[in-house]
C-alpha cells in the first residue's frame, strides 16, 4: 500500500510541474466534454418541461381532417364536442404566426376565462378585456416593449392592442414568443370567426380512450390525438434533435482524440529520458505504468469536473449562449431567459469514462515500449 502511495504523489507533482503542457494537451477534450453535458443537461432539461406542459395540457386534441393533413375545425363542431360524456371543459384556440415590428410571433388565441384558471408570473397583469393581451418576455426585449404600450397585429385586418402583463424570465419556453389574446379578437385579426385551430378536451379520469371514440363518432373527418399520444411524439422529437447533437459532439471529440496524441508526443522526449532514468534507480515497468496510468486518472477527473462546472455556469448562470438556438428554434445567441436543464451524475460519469480512454490510448501504449527499452538507449 505505501507503493501506491508513494506512485499517487510522485503522479501528483509530475502532473503538477507539466501543468502547462496536460492543460494544452486536454484543451480539445476539456471543450468536448463542456459541449456533451451542457446539451444533454439541456435536453433533458427541456423533456421534463415537454412533459410537464403535456401532462398539465388537455387529454384530447381535437383538429379537422383536410386533404389528410391536420386542420382547422368548424366552430359549430363545438358544442357536439361538449355533450360527450366524460368531457369537463371544452377549450377551443386559434394559434397563427403574425409579424409583431419586425419579428415573427406565435399568436395564441383562448377565451378569457381560461387565462382566470392558473396563475401566471407576470410582470403586470391579465387582460381584462379584448384590447389587450400578454406578450412574451424574449419578444418584449428584442422590441422594448412594456406593459401598458400599444401595439398593433395585422392579418385580416389591422388590431391595435394594450399590452397588460409580460411573461416574466421564470416562465416556461414556450411562452416566450408568444402573444396571448382573446379567442374573439384572434378569429377577428386571423378573419377566421367560422373556425379554430384545434379544440382541447378535459375528461374525467380514465375517460380518455372512450372520449376519443366518442369524438370520431360524432364526424369521421374529427383527427383525435390523445395526451399519451401527444407525449410520444414529443419525447420522439426531443430524442431526435438530442441524437444529431450527439453526432455532432462525437465529431468534436473525433478532434480532441488527435490533439490530445498530438501534444503528447511534443513531450515524447523530456518523458522519455525521465523514464530511462527512473528504470536506471531500479523501477518496474509495472512501477512505470502505474505511475502514468495515475497521471491520467488526475487529468480526466480534472477534466471531466471542470467540464461540468464550465457547462452548469454556461447553462444556469450565462443562460447557455450560442447553444441554446440548436435546441429551442428562434432564439436569440444570447438569450434573456432561463434555460431549462437537468444535469444527471451519469454524464459526469459517462465523460470522466470517455476522457479516460482519450488519455490512456496517447499514453500507456508509449510509455510501455519506452519502459521495456534498455535505460541507456533511453538517456541518449
Known sequence: MQRHWSLLQTAAANLAANS???GVASAGLFVALALLLAGIAISEGLKAQAVDAVAGGANVYCTWDTFGRD?????????ALQKIDGV???VPRIIGRLALG???????GVPFEELLREPFPLEGRLPSSGAEVLVGREIAQELGLVTG???ALESALLRVFTISGIFTSTSSLWSAR???CDLGEAAALFGEEKRVSDVCLFTRPGYEPSVAEAVLRIDPRFRVQTQALVRGYVLRGMTLREGIFTVLWAMALALAIPASAM???????PRRREIGLLKAEGWRTADVLEMVALENLFVSLLCACGAMIFAFVWVRLLR??????FFIAELPLFPSLSIPARFLPLPLVLSFVFSLVVTMTGSIYFTWRTAITRPADNLR
Open 320 to 325: 447557455a449562449p450560442l447553444i441554446a438556438p
Open 20 to 22: 502547462r503542457v496536460y
Open 88 to 90: 369537463v371543459r371544452v
Open 263 to 269: 501534444f503528447g508526443h511534443l513531450g515524447h522526449s
Open 149 to 151: 404600450q400599444r401595439v
Open 102 to 108: 419586425e419579428r415573427m410571433v406565435v399568436v395564441v
Open 71 to 79: 386542420g382547422p375545425v368548424p366552430i359549430d363542431q363545438v358544442p
Open 178 to 180: 408568444v402573444v396571448v
